[in-house]
């Protein structure tokens, strides 16, 4: 029995240099150390023996047990260690390969750009924001900007009315008198935001909107610093080339008033059917701010003078991208956007 226990030795070594996965490595362990394995099995059988060779028997068959249990625990510990190696191989990420290219990236509303523009340039000329409510009182939207009640001009814009003394705002003129009666001239404010007006929405209307207003307060200002003001941001928007020009018209809460034409993106000033054969386009309202206004709002006309300008950016950018479709603006469809 001790030569049939040194055969199954050295067998399971010979084997177990042989495994090659866990599974086999069980399979081993069981047909061995298992309840019917083969050193199992002497061990069993040593119950029929005389003591003497029980006891020399029983010994070495323990020795060889725990050896090649030993054996069998290293060889397993061997096989999860290459096991858990290759998985991490396989997990490791290849930061050098390229990555996925077609990303579709977002891109800024028209209007955003344009309003920057707009405000960028203001800023280089030395003006910071400024902003205000667009549920506003009828007495900044109208009032204090010279439009009385029952002023004709009223007309001029369908409002939305949310009770007899609240409105949305129909321009953001009514800022003008907030940063009149809160800010300490001289000052140069850009306010920009969206009004309100009762509309059906078509090509050229929209319900809402956006406008940027301009307004600089100081004393002894021209219609020279209008004009040079607007020039600037004109030229920032459309490029060197787009000349502005002022014509004379009518605003309440400016004296005297102007409106502002450049030349046509089109045509470049020729003449063609975007600018009616005129070779100006009009782009927005502008003027010397009326005393009325600056005294409605707590200051003295004859201290302080004033001028504005309000332009409608959705006007801006329609001319800018050739864009004929206002709604397009507010769609925020991103075939539209990519195209830009
Ligand atoms: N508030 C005018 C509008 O919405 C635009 C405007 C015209 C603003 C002349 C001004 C201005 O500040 O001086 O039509």
């Not at 060889?75 to 050098?96: C, F, N, Q, S």
């Not at 009032?143 to 949305?168: E, G, I, S």
Request: include cysteine; glycine fraction near 8%.
């Amino acid at each position: 029995m001790l030569e049939e226990l040194a055969k199954i030795r050295e067998e399971a070594l010979k084997k177990l240099e042989k495994v090659q996965s866990e599974a086999e490595l069980t399979e081993l362990n069981v047909n061995i150390l298992g309840r019917n394995g083969a050193l199992t099995g002497i061990l069993r059988g040593m119950a029929s023996l005389a003591a003497d060779e029980r006891a020399k028997l029983g010994k070495e068959a323990n020795i060889v047990k725990q050896e090649l249990a030993s054996m069998f625990e290293g060889a397993k510990a061997r096989m999860e260690e290459r096991a858990e190696e290759l998985r991490i191989r396989a997990e490791t990420i290849d930061v050098t390969l390229p990555g996925v290219t077609d990303i579709p990236f977002g891109k800024l509303s028209p209007l955003t750009v344009v309003y920057r523009q707009i405000r960028d340039a203001l800023i280089g000329l030395g003006f910071t924001t400024f902003e205000g409510p667009e549920v506003e009182y009828d007495d900044y939207n109208f009032t204090k900007l010279n439009l009385p009640l029952n002023h004709p001009a009223r007309d001029m814009q369908d409002t939305f009315y949310v009770n007899d003394r609240v409105l949305l705002r129909t321009h953001t003129s009514p800022c003008e008198a907030r940063a009149l009666m809160t800010l300490e001239p001289p000052f140069r404010v850009v306010i920009p935001g969206r009004v309100f007006r009762v509309d059906e929405p078509d090509a050229s209307h929209s319900p809402v909107f956006m406008q940027m207003e301009g307004l600089v307060v100081d004393k002894h200002l021209t219609f020279a610093d209008l004009k040079g003001t607007i020039d600037t941001f004109v030229k920032a928007v459309f490029g060197e080339n787009v000349r502005s020009r002022l014509r004379p018209s009518y605003f309440p809460f400016t004296e005297p008033s102007a409106e502002v034409d450049i030349s046509c993106t089109i045509c470049g000033g020729k003449g063609c059917s975007s600018c009616k054969g005129t070779g100006w386009m009009e782009i927005m309202g502008c003027g010397m701010t009326n005393p009325h206004e600056i005294e409605n709002c707590g200051l003295d006309p004859h201290e302080w003078n004033a001028f504005a300008f309000g332009v409608g950016v959705d006007r801006v950018a329609c001319l800018k991208y050739g864009i004929n479709d206002i709604r397009l603006l507010y769609e925020g469809d991103a075939r539209f956007l990519r195209q830009l």
